[in-house]
């Protein structure tokens, strides 16, 4: 599997092009501006099977509807966050987003994604974890030794879990869930550079701890 990253718009999101060399491909958040991500595939040659939604915040999928309009690609969500696809309210819009929330891209799920899915896709494919906390259906996509943790994990911190639906208990038990993971994983995170799990596993233990205090 080859992996490409975006950033388009401005939250910074990180959209990532995952593909083999038969062109089977995958994105993972779309982010907020989907023609562009979509003349980015054509660029590349890419036509993706799947869109993988780490979660259901504007900032991740305000694109969707534009990609998935263009390329027919599936939408794959988390069931529990399946309603923020079409709620300006649940998925933050209304608070940050300074476009029309009143002609908000509204989408629906294909597939409802929970916790151990696999998504297959040509010659690679991904196991899903759900890791709630910075919204219910928060989700991490493995694919062996790569982990896209949305806004879970970022190189330096975790989500916040502030906003609708955020859950610092769970949160914590999501981090403590990933600082378990053996492997010394590559992170690639909804927003910021990459790192790797030996590197951020004592500080994810340490957030856990945090949160729990925080109750
Ligand atoms: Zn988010
Ligand atoms: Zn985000």
Known sequence: MRV???????YQTNTYFCFDENGNCVVIDPGMDGASV???????????????????????ILGVKALHEATGAKICIHADDAPLLSDPGQNAAVYFYRGQTGSFPSTRADVLLHDGDEIVCGSFSFRVMHTPGHTPGSVCFRSGETLFCGDTVFAYGYGR??????????????????AAIPENLKLCPGHGNSAHLDRCRESLKVYARILQMEK
């Open 161 to 178: 879990t502030d906003l609708a639906g955020g859950d610092p208990e769970a949160m914590s038990r999501s981090l403590e869930r990933l």
């Open 38 to 60: 979509t003349e980015k595939l054509r660029e590349k040659g890419l036509t993706p099977s799947y869109i993988l939604l780490t979660h259901g915040h504007f900032d991740h």
């Open 4 to 10: 490409l990253v975006f950033c388009f718009g401005e």
